[in-house]
């Protein structure tokens, strides 16, 4: 029996995924498989029995990457499974700033008690007078699963489209609207938006992008939303052009104890996946990625080892191997195999950074000679006979 920990609760239309073969565990530390959507694991120590965490949604900060790459522990993610839930959130960001909705609707609650409200309210509601996003042009930064939809429902609202992604994927490439104007670098984003919508992940060189030097590229009145990470936006900075009239308004899904106080920023509790559809989404995507790589070994949306998928095996015997990077470790793999007189059929190599992934498929099952011999080469993290 696979055990699985849920260090938060999982939607059931996830859960109810496990095969009969896995079952859960409130006991971190004899846990197989982990499931985790916003619980901090640097604190945590990791038990020798991890294979795998799965991150119910896309960013992973909460997740010790580095010390799981160490162990052979595989961290995954689900991308693109809250994308939609976001999406729309980021157009509600967009027209609670073009409109003063939040203004207008507290001045009915004030006023609730004027028995002559439907007459008041057409003298007060000038002051509440936005503008509308059509005819406006929108940057967006960063075309992952998000930001494409973020590009392709505006154009769709009528809206002007750039978007800029050094990394943009042939996937998305292709989901991309040919309305959406491609340019090279965020610099033109920023001189040619009204509204600019920030979606990339939180890096050494992404954080604090948005600051008193890329602002000043931007338009004067340009609306920043920000439904990625709290860190790209250097909170001094715009707290300056929102006081100047630089920026008219922050929209962001990450308050914080400075921009939670600050006028002009309209927040919202990081609300972006919290909907029922993207917290089963996610854990469908959780549990099944969890599912593929206990049972047959393969990995899809690691954040730290490479994505290696031979399908079910239908072989004799399959084994994996997590391990370092290094030069002549191929060699070693099918050395070993073939001093135990083991026949290799298939395999495939990735690798990541500093890690890489084997799979062997063999004619014959492994010896626990040839596995340990595969154990005792320099750079091995961790091996497993899938079968």
């Given at each position: 029996m696979v055990k699985v920990n849920c260090l938060n609760p999982i939607a059931k239309v996830g859960m109810s995924l496990l095969p009969d073969t896995f079952g859960t565990t409130g006991e971190f530390s004899e846990a197989e498989a982990v499931l985790v959507r916003s619980a901090s694991m640097h604190e945590l120590d990791l038990p020798e029995s991890l294979l795998a965490v799965a991150r119910a949604g896309a960013g992973v900060n909460n997740i010790p990457l580095d010390k799981c790459a160490e162990k052979g522990i595989v961290v995954f993610n689900t991308p693109g499974a809250n994308a939609n839930g976001v999406k729309e959130l980021v157009i509600a960001g967009m027209l609670l700033a073009a409109r003063d909705v939040r203004g207008g609707m507290q001045w009915v609650a004030d006023n609730k008690a004027d028995e002559n409200i439907n007459k008041t309210m057409e003298k007060a509601k000038a002051k509440f007078a936005g503008?509308?996003?059509q005819g406006k042009t929108l940057g967006v930064i960063g075309l992952g699963a998000i930001g494409v939809l973020v590009a392709n429902a505006a154009a769709k609202l009528g809206m002007k489209v750039v978007g800029c992604d050094p990394y943009l994927s042939v996937q998305n490439a292709l989901n991309l609207s040919?309305?959406?104007?491609?340019?090279?670098?965020?610099?033109?984003?920023?001189?040619?938006?009204?509204?600019?919508?920030?979606?990339?992940?939180?890096?050494?060189?992404?954080?604090?992008?948005i600051n008193k030097a890329s602002i000043s590229m931007m338009k004067d009145g340009v609306v920043i939303l920000n439904y990625a990470r709290d860190l790209l936006v250097n909170d001094d900075d715009i707290k300056e052009a929102l006081e100047s009239g630089k920026v008219r308004k922050y929209v962001t899904d990450f308050p914080n104890a400075k921009t939670a106080n600050m006028e002009g920023v309209i927040a919202f509790p990081h609300l972006g996946a919290s909907t029922e559809e993207s917290e089963d989404n996610c854990a469908v995507m959780a549990v099944n990625q969890i599912v593929n790589y206990i049972e047959n070994g393969n990995i899809v949306n690691s954040v730290n080892y490479p994505a290696c998928d031979m399908g079910v095996c239908n072989k004799a015997c399959r084994v994996t191997i997590c391990h370092k990077n290094i030069p002549n470790t191929i060699s070693q793999f099918t050395?070993?195999?073939?001093?135990?007189?083991?026949?290799?059929?298939?395999?495939?190599?990735?690798?990541?950074?500093?890690?890489?992934?084997?799979?062997?498929?063999?004619?014959?099952?492994?010896?626990?000679?040839?596995?340990?011999?595969?154990?005792?080469?320099?750079?091995?993290?961790?091996?497993?006979?899938?079968?």
């Open positions: 503008t509308e996003i040919n309305e959406v104007k491609l340019v090279k670098s965020n610099a033109e984003v920023y001189a040619e938006s009204d509204y600019i919508s920030v979606h990339v992940p939180l890096l050494e060189d992404t954080k604090g992008m050395g070993a195999m073939a001093a135990e007189n083991i026949n290799i059929s298939d395999m495939v190599n990735k690798s990541k950074g500093d890690y890489a992934y084997t799979m062997l498929d063999l004619d014959t099952v492994a010896t626990a000679e040839a596995i340990a011999k595969i154990n005792a080469i320099e750079g091995v993290v961790k091996v497993r006979v899938i079968k």
